[in-house]
């Protein structure tokens, strides 16, 4: 068994590892000033993003929730791997061999690791075997939907032979043991042992956000398969369906890029969609469009601003139109603006791009309607408004759903048009709408109550949204000039040591600080200067302090700085250190004033010392400001 990464080479992978980079697989950064990124945080639920990443030392810290560290936690936390693992992740990211105290290789992992690694095994067979003569019934299905055989390697397409134990007997001739296969869902238990999940079906590889094959989904295609139309992999260690989302691999860099995600049903209709140049869409996993799945959408498309676009497009049946309005049920929990795309005939993407073409599909899109115009729609059709009766119906039904528009300029307008539909005046209606808002988020009774329920256990506050007992936020820190002062100086310290200087950091950390807390870090960098090998890392910063204060150091890390340019930058950094440095010499001098006037008449010496070093310090002083 291998022992320990050698600390050098876990340092080493780190330090040649971009930390925006992974982050950036699952949550959608901006920039926040110099050397700064923000985004929501992947870790608990926000409207606003208050999750800052600093790459330049390699930190990231939530504000909100107070999860913090450096990339190995991060992946810990998101994957749920080891540390060891999260280090053997990334060196194979960047094809860094490591070494190990006992001089061994990387261990065998019985978890994570080693499922995923049997899913792509399953993945790269099941696409050697699209190719077989068997697999005629599932290259003739793809191509009478449109897809050619560079569709089906685009998209990782593969079959599963019609055989009991064929994918069994190849990966256990690679090394996998009936556990781990039945640990990643590639195989099921019967009366007489194991065979094969999948069997004489298309199966598609479902990806994580980063692009690692966690399951599959299987089409039947025989008419002696009595199975389901489709099968997907089952609850996994890897792969759970509810935060799962086919085709985010490809699509995330676009969405993040465009504010837009298309959510479609089917994964043929994500092929349609891609193929047609609709690169933005997504489609759930043998699973209702769910809060989980919000959630993960929500960081991907970096949903805070309001700008973004959610459309979803749904069949033209009646369980098309259920599952819109389950879509509408959770609809407020996008801060984006939410569509619903259905074609005039009822075709989904694939069956419209076979039908009329590419063009067809990105008509679909871009002609979509906005989601509460659909759901008032839907709405209404369900009253007789020929009759008095089904139009006070009608209007008691559709007035909450205008009334929760979250856009309060589109209202009135709603308003009016509501009023048009149902041909009542436009004062009824909006006395209906006035009277209705609040109370019960524009839904049908039941599924009012659910996204209620719901909403509020998701977005409260941030303070809502964390446990009891928070960890210490700079936040909280008081406001007066000295301790910003002592604050800001810290943080120009611990991100920009290199600009500071090492004359500066020096005198810096001698300077008395008022704020305890704040004297604590400023105490583990002064152990980093004082050793033997005196380079300013946060990490090492982070080793010094005793563990409550580590968050602390982390949080001053990746905090943003007000400048952009890089002068300003400069300025900045050098300004706020010379300003706590200047403050001590204030200081010094009023002690030294001090004891001057108690110093006896007759003590001519220790009179003449004090007058120099006061004008030894005001030298200092005057040549730190010209700085």
Same mark, same amino acid.
């Given at each position: ?479 007066? *000039? ?9 943080? @120009?310290? =611990?991100?920009? &040591?290199? +600009?500071?200087?090492? !004359? %500066? ?40 302090? *005793? ?9 001053? @890390?990746? =905090?943003?700085? &007000?400048? +952009?340019?890089?002068? !300003? %930058? ?53 040549? =730190?400001?010209?700085?």
């Amino acid at each position: 068994m291998a022992g320990r990464i050698r600390q050098s080479d876990v340092d080493e992978v780190k330090a040649r590892t971009n930390i925006a980079d992974i982050i950036g697989d699952h949550v959608s950064l901006k920039s926040a000033g110099v050397g700064s990124l923000k985004g929501l945080c992947p870790f608990h639920d926000e409207r606003s993003p208050s999750f800052n990443v600093r790459p330049g030392v390699g930190y990231y810290h939530c504000f909100g929730c107070g999860e913090s560290g450096d990339v190995y936690t991060f992946l810990q936390r998101m994957d749920h791997v080891s540390f060891t693992e999260a280090v053997e992740r990334l060196a194979g990211r960047i094809g860094f061999e490591l070494h190990y105290e006992d001089g061994g290789q990387a261990p065998d992992h019985g978890n994570r690791a080693r499922l995923l690694a049997a899913n792509q095994a399953a993945a790269e067979f099941f696409v050697d075997r699209l190719g077989s003569p068997e697999a005629e019934v599932g290259r003739r299905f793809l191509g009478e939907r449109g897809f050619d055989a560079e569709a089906a390697r685009r998209f990782g397409v593969g079959f599963a032979p019609k055989s009991w134990d064929a994918l069994t007997n190849h990966l256990k001739s690679k090394g996998y043991s009936t556990e781990e296969l039945s640990a990643a869902g590639l195989v099921s238990q019967g009366d007489r042992g194991v065979y094969d999940r999948f069997r004489g079906r298309l199966v598609w590889p479902i990806r994580d956000v980063t692009g690692q094959t966690v399951g599959f989904g299987a089409r039947r295609l025989l008419d002696d398969d009595k199975g389901p139309k489709y099968l997907n992999t089952p609850e996994t260690a890897v792969y759970h369906k509810s935060q799962v989302l086919y085709g985010l691999d490809l699509a995330k860099r676009d969405i993040s890029k465009t504010h837009r995600v298309v959510v479609v049903e089917g994964y043929t209709d994500v092929m349609a969609c891609h193929l047609a140049g609709v690169t933005t869409a997504i489609a759930t996993c043998g699973t209702a469009f769910g809060v989980d799945h919000i959630k993960v959408l929500r960081r991907v498309l970096g949903d805070d601003s309001g700008v973004g676009e959610v459309v979803f497009t749904f069949d033209g049946d009646a369980a098309g139109q259920q599952a819109a309005m389950r879509a509408f049920a959770e609809e407020q929990r996008f801060a984006a603006q939410t569509f619903v795309a259905v074609a005039p005939d009822g075709l989904d993407p694939c069956d419209l791009r076979l039908a009329r073409g590419d063009g067809a599909v990105r008509t679909l899109v871009d002609s979509r309607t906005p989601m509460f115009d659909f759901v008032i729609r839907h709405t209404l059709n369900r009253y007789d408004l020929e009759t008095v009766e089904g139009r006070v119906g009608a209007l008691r039904a559709a007035a909450p759903i205008v009334a929760d528009i979250r856009d309060a300029s589109l209202r009135p307008g709603y308003t009016r048009e509501l009023a048009r539909m149902l041909g009542m005046e436009l004062a009824e209606v909006t006395r209906a709408v006035r009277g209705a808002g609040g109370g019960g988020r524009g839904r049908t009774p039941a599924l009012a109550q659910n996204a209620r329920g719901e909403a509020s256990a998701s977005f409260t506050s941030n303070a809502g949204d964390a446990p009891a007992e928070r960890p210490f936020s700079i936040a909280n820190l008081p406001n007066d *000039p000295s301790t910003r002062l002592e604050r800001d100086a810290l943080q @120009a310290m =611990l991100q920009f &040591p290199d +600009r500071v200087g090492d !004359e %500066l950091l020096r005198h810096a950390v001698d300077s008395r600080f008022g704020d305890a807390t704040l004297a604590v870090v400023r105490d583990g960098i002064a152990a980093v200067l004082g050793s033997t090998d005196p380079r300013l890392r946060v990490d090492r910063v982070v080793a010094e302090v *005793p563990t409550p204060f580590a968050g602390v150091v982390q949080q001053l @890390a990746v =905090l943003p700085v &007000p400048q +952009r340019g890089d002068a !300003e %930058l400069e300025a900045w950094v050098r300004g706020v250190v010379s300003s706590l440095i200047d403050r001590e010499l204030l200081r010094q001098k009023s002690e030294l004033l001090g004891r001057l006037q108690r110093v006896s008449t007759g003590d001519q010496a220790t009179f003449s010392a004090l007058q120099r070093a006061l004008v030894e310090l005001e030298q200092e002083r005057r040549a =730190l400001r010209a700085d």
